[in-house]
């Protein structure tokens, strides 16, 4: 049989524009988008890259009939947003299936997100101690290793907020990192959306990989959908974009029992404002804010008649992730 190929295609940006740029990435591409940070750093250990640090985009194209148009796609796209930013040439090469995954590994490591939840690449081992719930990832062809700003904060307010028995929707399931751990850390069950044939395929493997298969709902598609009906969820997952949560806001407030949280990540600071607006109009009252990095998690709560206290968190200063 024949081995797949995919044409890599990256670009470095200043972080301003890693949001509209992932967009077209990812509305044009097939394998995901990649977010490569700047390395030298451990964020373990609290340290962060500098904010003045570029950061690299990746794309995977499948080669084949629809590569050329799909890349003048994305060129024709880049160009506009070089109106804005003058972006240096888009890059490209050609990688085999093998080696692409291969790319995946050399820089990951297992991490403790927080002092009970571990999150262990595949191919890596990890004696667990007692009480911890260690997550199994392997990305493939998904976004979602727990190492990018927005999938760590995350998991974070998950494990702080996910109470036994809850009832979870994960909007943009990726690689279905938090739908696995949203039921290693005691969902009752988890329904997992993406609009990506290739997320899916992975989060199945991911979960089945850790034994949780039957306490997932994996489905293609986005909100409304029929597997998230009005009401059906204590807690909501959406690890997408700004111009998402924007958009969807409504849609979100609609899935939730009232007083179920929404953890809405994948916001970029300046779009930061604009995401809470949108909440607060959807009849959200944002209980938290999560800065890593220039990127903004925003925890909410629908339908609370008192305010609770607002409480700002920025995750590098951090001394206890858990800590409300």
Known sequence: ????????????????????????????????????????????????????????????????????SRKARIEVAMKLVGLLYPLPPLQERELQESDWAEAWKKDLRVFHVTPRLVIRPSWLQYEPRPLEAVVQIDPGMAFGTGHHPTTHACLQELDRILVTGDLVLDLGAGSGILSIAAVKLGARSVVALDIDADALKVARQNARDNKVARGIRIARGTLPHPLAPPGGFDLALANISSAATIRMAQELALVLRPGGRLIASGIVQDRAQDAAAALLQAGFIEERRVEETLWVTLVAIKGSATPPMHNNVILNEAKNPRQP
């Open 1 to 68: 049989m024949q081995t797949a190929k995919w044409l890599e295609l990256s670009v470095e940006t200043p972080r301003e524009f890693v949001e509209p740029l992932s967009s077209i990435f990812h509305r044009y591409g097939s394998g995901g988008v990649v977010v490569e940070e700047p390395g030298g750093y451990n964020p373990d250990e609290g340290e962060a890259p500098s904010p003045d640090a570029p950061v690299t985009l990746k794309t995977y194209l499948p080669v084949n009939a629809t590569t050329r």
